[in-house]
C-alpha cells in the first residue's frame, strides 16, 4: 500500500518543475545534506549526527524546521521488522537531558511516519541512513503534511536535496 502511494506520488512529482540546485554534489554525504520541502521552501530538513544509541539503530536525527513559525521536529530512524524505515518523533537530541526513544515510555512529541529515500534516478533506497552515506536526493514522508501541517497529504511529502556543505 505505501509503496503504491508512493509511485502515485512520484507520477504527480515528475509532472512539477524542479526547484532543487542542480550543482548539488552526487556524492554528498548524508551528514552534510540539507533539503527544502518541494513546495513551501520555508521548511527545511538535514540529518545531525547524534552520540551513539544503545537500541538506536542510526547515529543520525532529522530536524525538520519550519521557518515559517519556527517549528522545529525531530525523528530518528528505525527499521525493525517493517518493509520499510519508521521515523519514530523525539525531542531535540542536541537538548541537556536528551532522554533516547529507546522504551515506549519515552514520549513521542509529533507522532510517527514512515521515510522513503530515492537517489537521483528516483530508484528506492531502503537503507537505514547513518553517517558516511551518498545523501537521497529525494525524500518521501507522505504522512508529514496530514501529521505536521495538518493538510491533506499530497506532494507537499517531498523534501529535495538543496545544498551540501562540504
Not at 32 to 47: E, G, Q, W
Not at 101 to 109: E, L, S, Y
Request: hydrophobic share 40%; proline share 9%.
Amino acid at each position: 500500500m505505501l509503496k503504491i502511494a508512493a509511485i502515485t506520488a512520484l507520477s504527480i512529482f515528475a509532472l512539477m518543475p524542479g526547484r532543487g540546485d542542480a550543482a548539488v554534489r552526487s556524492d554528498c554525504p548524508i551528514e552534510n545534506s540539507a533539503y527544502s520541502l518541494r513546495l513551501d521552501p520555508t521548511i527545511v530538513a538535514r540529518f545531525v549526527k547524534i552520540s551513539k544509541v544503545p537500541g538506536l539503530p542510526s547515529d543520525l536525527a532529522f530536524e525538520v524546521t519550519w521557518h515559517k513559525d519556527d517549528t522545529t521536529f525531530w525523528y530518528t530512524f528505525d527499521k525493525g521488522t517493517a518493509v520499510y524505515i519508521n521515523m519514530v518523533s523525539i525531542s531535540d537530541p542536541t537538548a541537556p537531558g536528551y532522554i533516547p526513544p529507546v522504551q515506549d515510555t519515552v514520549k513521542r512529541p509529533h507522532g510517527d511516519m514512515q521515510y522513503l529515500a530515492l537517489q537521483g534516478d528516483l530508484s528506492f533506497d531502503d537503507s537505514l541512513p547513518k553517517s558516511g552515506m551518498k545523501a537521497p536526493k529525494l525524500i518521501l514522508m507522505p504522512r508529514f503534511p496530514e501529521i505536521q501541517l495538518r493538510q491533506s497529504p499530497s506532494a507537499h511529502s517531498f523534501f529535495e536535496l538543496s545544498s551540501c556543505s562540504k
